[in-house]
């Protein structure tokens, strides 16, 4: 080991341990942990993702009120719009965190999608003020509009999925990359890294409030102009914070070891080669050697098939190491706990959706004159996760240690279960006072009025973000959490995608039943469930059958979670 030496001889200073191994500077020169990382880093990342959710909520959140507003938009093909395009942005995080992992690293992805972002909120913003589908400059030939119409249309639909595709890039790689900054192998920066998730998620939580609060009046009662031209200001500074930080990052190496992807791709493809190979002998051998740990040796079986080289070779020798066949397993056991929470993110999807039209035809007047927007009940959301996340941090987890003796009070998959437990009351909850609502609207003679106010408040409608939120505070994290700890170590950008991903099925899942529920009422001759005038609709049987879904779902999710093998014990 090098040394260096001050004053007497035989006093001797090791310079290597300062340095982090596995990461270099800005400038491609080893990296000391006295002058860069930690938290002296991870504020500014932390600030960047604070003002992208700013700047992403902005657009999202009261995205529905926009469509069937300025554009004239049916509520049904509006929730189908918004699913669509929140699908589309929750999937996309799969192609950002390939490009990063496989290609232009975490930084420099996060500074493209950044600029893709700025462009695509400014063409947003220069949209929103381009003359309205009723102004002077349109005309309705045939119960159509005219080229300047489409072209409105065009153009805001062209610059969302802008903001889509930037996101994509964006949203997998911070966190993976404030994590970066912090070395696993040193105990207190170790303990440091469990800090930075939950401060993290806190600082998400309360900036988008101040979203909720303040971009949603203005959109609703100022102009949608200022509304999405102020994320775009918002998405500038995360840019400019983010770079003032460059020369204080720790960046990630790759080692000489092959692509994650190659290794599972290989595992995958001997297994197929190898069909018609009976596995009992090999698993055998190794089990024998202590080579392949049994548990895990006894789920998905034909695997182990890619321990042996095919047929058709001469030797009898080994192409995928027991290592690469257990990685493989490992990425495979996620599937089924992906697939069993899909309904728990069409539960999500009513949050910026329905629930927001709900309130648009309630009562929302808070003091003479100033009625509270429709789409700022969500702040709900996050102030009960602002306030529980302390909470089950410090009380809950303290309290489950005691009776189960494991480090984290609970498992992951259990902390997932219970949200999903919450969320199904949080479907009853929402489906209850929406049947109140409804018969409101009837007693007080409303139900051919939809642009009447029904006399019912607006806050009947807080314990359903109440318990949405409260739901987010085990499941959201939770898989958060399970999907990044539970892949290998060099895909943890892939799993943070794959956690976002959930959510983007479940956007085009409620979307597609939508569709399906509206298409099926009309050719019945029936009121659709989401007809524009909602006191005519059924959203009330919508909440019901997602909380029959959802129980089902639960079931399942159970069933794969008991035999579920964690890729590291300690992680549970």
Request: with cysteine.
């Amino acid at each position: 080991m090098a040394t260096s030496h001050h004053g007497t001889a035989g006093v001797q200073t090791p310079l290597l341990d300062d340095v982090v191994e596995g990461a270099v500077d800005y400038k491609g020169r080893p990296v000391h942990r006295s002058r860069s990382g930690g938290w002296r880093s991870a504020w500014f990342i932390i600030g960047v993702e604070v003002a992208e959710r700013f700047a992403y909520y902005g657009i999202s959140c009261n995205l529905i009120t926009f469509l069937t507003g300025p554009l004239g938009q049916s509520t049904a093909t509006a929730a189908e719009n918004v699913n669509i395009w929140s699908g589309t942005a929750s999937l996309l995080p799969l192609l950002g965190a390939f490009v990063a992992d496989s290609f232009l690293g975490r930084y420099r992805t996060i500074v493209f999608a950044s600029l893709l972002y700025i462009l695509g909120l400014g063409l947003l913003t220069l949209s929103a003020v381009l003359p309205s589908l009723t102004g002077s400059d349109c005309q309705k030939i045939n119960q159509s509009t005219s080229c300047s119409s489409q072209f409105q249309v065009l153009f805001f639909f062209f610059s969302l999925y802008l903001v889509a595709v930037a996101q994509g890039g964006h949203k997998p790689c911070v966190q993976a990359f404030g994590a970066d900054q912090f070395d696993a192998s040193d105990p207190e920066e170790c303990k440091a890294k469990s800090s930075f998730f939950n401060w993290w998620y806190f600082s998400l939580c309360f900036g988008t409030t101040f979203t909720l609060i303040l971009l949603t009046y203005i959109q609703d009662n100022l102009s949608w102009g200022l509304g999405f031209g102020i994320p775009c200001i918002a998405m500038v500074l995360a840019l400019f914070i983010f770079l003032l930080g460059t020369r204080t990052y720790r960046y990630s190496i790759k080692g000489d070891e092959e692509s994650p992807f190659v290794r599972i791709g290989r595992v995958f493809v001997t297994a197929l080669r190898n069909w018609r190979t009976t596995p009992s002998a090999i698993t055998s051998e190794e089990e024998s050697r202590g080579t392949l740990p049994h548990e895990s040796s006894e789920q998905f079986k034909f695997l182990n098939k890619a321990l042996l080289a095919p047929d058709d070779l001469k030797e009898n020798r080994k192409v995928c190491t027991v290592a690469e066949v257990e990685e493989a397993k490992s990425v495979l056991r996620l599937f089924p706990i992906w697939v069993t929470c899909l309904a728990y993110a069409v539960v999500f999807a009513q949050y910026s959706t329905f629930f927001t039209k709900q309130g648009a035809t309630m009562d929302r007047t808070i003091a003479p004159g100033l009625d509270i927007p429709a789409a700022s009940l969500q702040t709900f959301i996050s102030i009960t996760i602002v306030i529980f996340v302390p909470i089950y941090d410090r009380i809950f987890v303290p309290i489950a240690r005691v009776f189960t003796r494991k480090p984290s009070g609970i498992t992951m998959l259990q902390r997932i279960g219970i949200g999903m437990f919450i969320s199904i009351i949080s479907m009853a909850v929402a489906a209850l006072v929406e049947m109140k609502r409804l018969k409101t609207a009837k007693d007080y003679g409303l139900l051919d009025m939809p642009s009447a106010t029904v006399p019912m408040s607006i806050w009947w409608l807080v314990p359903q973000y109440l318990l949405a939120g409260l739901a987010d505070v085990f499941t959201m994290v939770g898989l958060q959490e399970f999907f990044y700890d539970q892949v290998p170590n060099e895909l943890k950008s892939i799993g943070l995608a794959l956690y976002l991903s959930i959510f983007g099925v479940g956007s085009f899942l409620s979307s597609f039943l939508i569709s399906a529920i509206d298409d099926a009422t009309t050719w019945a001759g029936e009121t659709s469930w989401f007809s524009t005038n909602l006191n005519r609709a059924h959203l009330d049987y919508f909440y019901w059958l997602l909380g029959g879904i959802s129980v089902v779902e639960l079931a399942i999710y159970l069933y794969f979670a008991k035999s579920y093998i964690y890729n590291r014990a300690g992680t549970v």
